[in-house]
C-alpha cells in the first residue's frame, strides 16, 4: 500500500485553508499530523478521503488517481458515528454489510477481531450502553474492517477524558503492533504525536504548510515510558518550536 498526497492546496470561497501538502504514507507505517486548532487537519483528510476535492493537486493509492473519490480509504472521524439501533457487533460490520456481503460472514469478520479491539462478550451490547472509549473502540474496528491496510484517524481521542484518552493510546500502540495497517493521525497533542508515530508533520497555523517533518527516535514495541527519556523532551522541545515559530 502507498497513499501520496501530492502538491495539494484547498480553499473555501476565497479562504486558504491548506497550501502545496505533500506527505507519503507506505505499509505498516504510523505518520502524525500535528497543527494547531483550525489549521486545516481535518480537511486534509476529507481531502485524501474523497470527501472534498482539491483546488490543486492530486492524491494517488498504489499508484490510481482516487482524488474526489469516496469510498477508497478508511476514515475515522472525530465523534463515533455509530448507529444506536444497532448492536456492537452490527455497527462494526456495517460497511460490510454495505458492501453487499452476507450477514453471517460479515459478522464473523468482526466477531474474529472483538477480542484485539477490547470487545470480547459485548457484541449483544448497543453503543448507549457501552463506555465513550468503548465505542471508539467499536468505531476503529468499523474502519479496520472496511479497510484493513489503511487507517485515516481524526482526533480519535479527543472527545475523550484524559484517563481514557491514555488508556485509548496505549491500546492503540498495542494493536498497532499486531494489526498490518498504515496510520494517518491527525492532532493537535504534542505528546500523543511523540507517543504513537514514526514520523510526525508539523502544519502551519491556516493556511497550513508544511512547516517540519520529525522522525520518532522510538522503536517498537513501545510503551509510555519513552515520555520518560530525555529524547523526548528534545524531540517536545523541538516540536514545540515549530509549532510555535
Ligand atoms: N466545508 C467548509 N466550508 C467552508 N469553510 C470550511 C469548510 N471546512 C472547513 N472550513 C474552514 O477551514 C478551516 C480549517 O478547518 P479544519 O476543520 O480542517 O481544521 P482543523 O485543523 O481540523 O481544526 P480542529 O483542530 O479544531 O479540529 C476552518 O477555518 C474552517 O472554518
New binding site residues.
Partial sequence: MSLKVESVSCS?SG?N?LSDINLELENKGFLVVL?P???????LLKLISGLITPNRGKIVLDGEDITGKPGMVSYMHQEDLLLPWLNILDNAALPLFIRGEKKTSARQKARELLADFGLAGFEQYYPGQLSGGMRQRVSLLRSYLYRNDILLLD?PFGALDAITREKMQDWLLDVFSSLSAAVLLVT?DVDEAILLADKIIVLSP?PARIREVFDVPFGRPRSRDVLLSSEYLKLKRSLWASLTH
Fill in positions: 473555501f479562504l485553508v497543527g486548532s483550525g489549521c486545516g487537519k481535518s480537511t482526533e493537535h491556516r
